[in-house]
């Protein structure tokens, strides 16, 4: 079974900084996936970055990057630049090759970018 | 872009009601879920559909039953809707193959039961 942690239910930034959103993973399954996804208030889900256990560097895209610590099961997120829109719920998730392919979701973090 | 749609947005039923959630998506799919979310405890799934079919249970699958008929459409039935059945329900697809092949999301039905 896996598992996932987010330890952060609240955090605030301010505009133009960088805010890391915290996820660690359990599992013992040596190939896996990690997924973070973006949830406003509107409530659709947003994929933002995707993070293979395998993959040499860490994710980014765009504003978004993984830090990607393997040993300590870690996978946070990174925004950079933060900006109003970014406010939302944050989830990370992951799944593992051997098991089914349904994502684990951790239980979020809400995110509000303050002007 | 893949689409994912669900039947309502909002639905509210009474404790007893059978409940039909329906979600359809446009591109193809082998993969379906459903998932309840509720404060503090993120997404939590409750079956999953490899293909035509085929359905397995996921984590939470006490109270509800789910139908595949179609490659496109997976329904989600509350036999008898009980109060603690009130939440948001997410269904997602992924293409089928490897573990990085992401999720799509519909827009979410929040559900309430008197």
């Known amino acids: 079974a896996q598992k996932i942690t987010q330890t952060q239910p609240g955090m605030f930034v301010q505009e133009k900084e960088a805010v890391t959103l915290d996820c660690t993973y359990d599992?013992?399954?040596?190939?896996?996936?990690l997924f973070w996804y973006k949830q406003p208030s509107s409530g659709e889900m947003i994929f933002l970055i995707y993070?293979?256990?395998?993959?040499?560097q860490n994710a980014t895209e765009g504003r978004y990057s993984l830090n990607f610590q393997k040993a300590r099961k870690s996978a946070n997120l990174v925004i950079s630049a933060s900006q109003l829109g970014d406010s939302a719920m944050y989830f990370c998730?992951?799944?593992?090759?051997?098991?089914?392919?349904?994502?684990?979701f951790g239980s979020g973090t809400r995110l509000q970018v303050q002007p | 872009d893949v689409k994912v749609t669900q039947s309502s947005r909002y639905l509210v039923k009474r404790t007893g009601e059978k409940v039909f959630l329906e979600c359809v998506q446009d591109?193809?799919?082998?993969?379906m879920f459903w998932y309840r979310q509720d404060p503090g405890l993120g997404l939590r799934l409750i079956y999953f559909?490899?293909?035509?079919?085929?359905?397995e249970k996921g984590d939470i699958p006490e109270g509800y039953s789910v139908s595949r008929e179609k490659k496109e459409r997976f329904s989600l039935i509350l036999e008898s809707a009980s109060t603690n059945q009130t939440s948001m329900y997410l269904c997602?697809?992924?293409?089928?193959?490897?573990?990085?092949?992401?999720?799509?999301f519909g827009p979410g039905t929040r559900l309430t039961v008197l």
């Open positions: 997602a697809s992924r293409i089928g193959g490897p573990q990085n092949n992401e999720q799509f």
């Open positions: 599992t013992s399954d040596p190939s896996y996936g």
């Open positions: 993070q293979g256990s395998y993959d040499q």
């Open positions: 998730a992951m799944n593992t090759d051997t098991g089914r392919r349904a994502l684990t």
């Open positions: 591109m193809d799919h082998e993969n």
């Open positions: 559909s490899y293909d035509v079919k085929m359905k």
